[in-house]
């Protein structure tokens, strides 16, 4: 069973940067991809970003430019540095796994506010 433990959330003013980490652990087969989403109040779970074994990386749109997204595939772990956050960054951002089925983190929450 591939469990994902996030960390690095946290409450930062605008401007500002936090990095979120996600490591796996359980793996027994090849991750396909890891990345990130977020869920703010009253909203639908939406990608942040993703990175593939390859290293083909996908962001949304609202994030380009501020959020990097990068890999340890010897230590099934992906990195998510934030800067230049808005308040409007601010959600639970949770960590995904693809392997031969997507996992979940159980979420890490991001506040950005002055």
């Known amino acids: 069973q591939v469990q994902l433990q996030e960390s690095g959330g946290g409450l930062v003013q605008p401007g500002g940067s936090l990095r979120l980490s996600c490591a796996a652990s359980?793996?027994?087969?090849?991750?396909?991809?890891m990345g990130w989403y977020r869920q703010a109040p009253g909203k639908q779970r939406e990608l942040v970003a993703v990175?593939?074994?390859?290293?083909?990386?996908t962001y949304a749109d609202s994030v380009k430019g501020r959020f990097t997204i990068s890999r340890d595939n010897a230590k099934n772990t992906v990195f998510l540095q934030m800067n230049s956050l808005k308040p409007e960054d601010t959600a639970v951002y949770y960590c995904?796994?693809?392997?031969?089925?997507?996992?979940w983190g159980q979420g890490t929450q991001v506040t950005v506010s002055s």
């Open positions: 359980g793996v027994r087969e090849t991750i396909r991809a």
């Open positions: 995904n796994a693809k392997v031969s089925l997507a996992y």
């Open positions: 990175i593939n074994s390859g290293g083909t990386i």
